[in-house]
């Protein structure tokens, strides 16, 4: 677990093929703690991509912490 709270927490999600980007998901909002998405048809190999992600838990209150990662798929 990353984040924990006693309030509830809501999440913003960003995902690009570079560290930073958002090409392939912008500010995704929910509460869940998982995600499911897709590669836009703009990324046309997927083979081996990085997908840099930027994860934003937020208070209701806006006081927010986030974390950077990526992850690698399969070849």
């Known amino acids: 677990k990353i984040f924990s709270s006693p309030h509830p ?7 690009g093929t570079v560290e930073g980007g958002s ?4 500010w995704q ?3 869940s703690t998982s995600i499911v998405f ?5 990324v046309t190999s997927w083979s081996g991509l ?3 992600l930027i994860v934003k ?3 209701m209150g806006g006081v927010y912490e ?5 992850i690698q798929l399969p070849k």
């Open 66 to 70: 986030d974390i950077k990662g990526y």
């Open 38 to 42: 897709s590669l836009p048809n703009s």
């Open 23 to 26: 090409d392939i998901l912008l």
């Open 57 to 59: 838990a937020i208070t």
């Open 29 to 31: 909002e929910t509460t």
């Open 9 to 15: 927490l809501y999440y913003e999600i960003s995902a």
């Open 50 to 52: 990085h997908v840099h």
